[in-house]
């Protein structure tokens, strides 16, 4: 069955950093050939929108509002493929439920920022506080 667990949420002061963790594990993520891993985020009242994303090809996008403060990298254990989202410099306007977002796509990172359909595994959820 999916298993897509994501951690690291907390409470934080500004300037401080965080470092959130996205594990997909097993079927079907692990025959995946074009795995595509994504971040985004939703604030109350807001529209969820993309934080970064990794593509098939290794090639990386980020939302400019993140731009210089956060990196996205990505390493594979056995059957267990993780996407780390560092963040440094976080800002309250960071503050939201963070998501994992997982599939396998052929598209470029630039495509798939604008595209909240195209990755079809979502994680729970993790929430940043930034005060």
């Known amino acids: 069955h999916v298993q897509l667990v994501e951690s690291g949420g907390a409470s934080v002061q500004a300037g401080g950093s965080l470092r959130l963790s996205c594990a997909a594990s097993?079927?079907?993520?692990?025959?995946?050939?074009?795995?595509?891993m994504a971040w985004w985020r939703q604030a109350p009242g807001q529209k969820r929108e993309a934080v970064a994303i990794?593509?098939?090809?290794?090639?990386?996008?980020?939302a400019d509002s993140v731009k210089g403060r956060f990196t996205l990298s990505k390493e594979r254990a056995g059957e267990t493929i993780t996407a780390y989202l560092q963040m440094h410099s976080l800002k309250p306007e960071d503050t939201a439920m963070y998501y994992c977002?997982?599939?396998?796509?052929?598209?470029?990172?630039?495509?798939?920022?604008?595209?909240?359909?195209?990755?079809?595994?979502w994680g729970q959820g993790t929430q940043v506080t930034v005060s």
């Open positions: 977002n997982v599939d396998q796509s052929w598209h470029d990172s630039w495509y798939l920022m604008g595209s909240i359909d195209a990755l079809a595994y």
């Open positions: 097993g079927h079907p993520f692990d025959r995946m050939t074009s795995l595509c």
């Open positions: 990794i593509d098939g090809k290794g090639a990386i996008t980020y």
